[in-house]
């Protein structure tokens, strides 16, 4: 139809055309009607027939007086035969699933609390997904919030100073926009109106454990909804030694810091 129209428009086909291809598609068809024909008057292969079947030609010669269906509908014909197949095919390969069975969770008379499937063992754990590590995972230990880090969080030199950055860089894509690049609170999502959180510099957050600031990342507080999706466990705890980091640069004596710190500070204002 589209080339019909293409043509009587004199608009070329935006298509590449695929002439040698139908030609053996439809001498092939031509050669199938040819044989069937035959089987059905009972002629055998061996047997000389008035009307040979038809041979591929070069594009561009005839077919002559083998040609007996249009292109078009040859070609509408396979589409059909080979849509038809996938359909078929398709319905086959739930043999497997249309069968009487119960689906997980479903209802059933076989057991007392009728639910067709059983509950897990307790303690089942899917595979990877092991967090019997509670101080890791949840910031917890015997059930209160941890005071310290998890035993796989580096405590100096090179790595504590690789997990220090990821924090603030994991913090300035997930918190900043809310607490402010220096957990002051004025965000631009709080600058254009969103609930404003409280100052990490409050005393209280400063002398929270850190497994309550982790288990505030990980399940939310009030207005603010937990990352515990999209940061995982160990990205949390790079997270909450940054806010350490940020609370620490604002609440410390300086006499607390070592000599070199505090020259430098003689310096800026002396
Ligand atoms: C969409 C804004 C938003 C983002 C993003 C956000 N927070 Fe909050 N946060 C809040 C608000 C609002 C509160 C106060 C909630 C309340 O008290 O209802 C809060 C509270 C807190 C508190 C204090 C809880 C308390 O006891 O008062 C901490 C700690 C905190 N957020 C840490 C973080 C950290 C760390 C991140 C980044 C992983 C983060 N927040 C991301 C909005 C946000």
């Avoid at 083998?66 to 292109?71: M, S, T």
């Avoid at 997904?129 to 101080?135: A, M, P, V």
């Amino acid at each position: 139809m589209r080339n019909a129209v293409a043509r009587n428009l004199a608009v070329p086909s935006p298509f590449p055309p695929l002439p040698v291809l139908r030609g053996r598609i439809e001498v092939g068809v031509l050669r199938m009607r040819h044989w069937i024909g035959r089987l059905l008057q009972g002629v055998s292969r061996g047997n000389p027939h008035p009307n040979p079947p038809p041979v591929y030609r070069e594009r561009g010669k005839k077919l002559g007086a083998y040609r007996i269906a249009p292109a078009g509908s040859i070609r509408l014909a396979a589409v059909i035969a080979i849509a038809a197949l996938a359909l078929t095919s398709g319905c086959r390969k739930q043999d497997m699933a249309r069968q009487q069975k119960y689906l997980p969770d479903t209802s059933s008379d076989l057991y007392a609390d009728g639910i067709s499937s059983r509950p897990l063992v307790e303690g089942t754990i899917p595979r990877g997904f092991s967090r019997i590590d509670t101080h890791r995972y949840f910031g917890t230990v015997d059930g209160q919030a941890a005071t310290t880090f998890p035993a796989n969080f580096p405590t100096q030199g090179d790595p504590l100073h690789k997990a220090l950055l990821r924090g603030q860089e994991r913090f300035t894509i997930f918190c900043s926009m809310c607490h402010g690049q220096a957990g002051d609170a004025n965000g631009i999502v709080v600058r254009r109106g969103f609930v404003q959180p409280p100052s990490l510099h409050l005393d209280r957050l400063r002398t929270a454990p850190v497994g309550y600031i982790f288990d505030v990342i990980n399940n939310g507080h009030g207005a603010m909804y937990g990352y515990g999706d999209r940061v995982p466990a160990d990205d949390r705890w790079d997270i909450v030694a940054y806010v350490r980091v940020l609370q620490f640069s604002r609440a410390v004596k300086p006499a607390d810091l070592p000599e070199k710190d505090i020259a430098a500070l003689k310096l800026i204002s002396p």
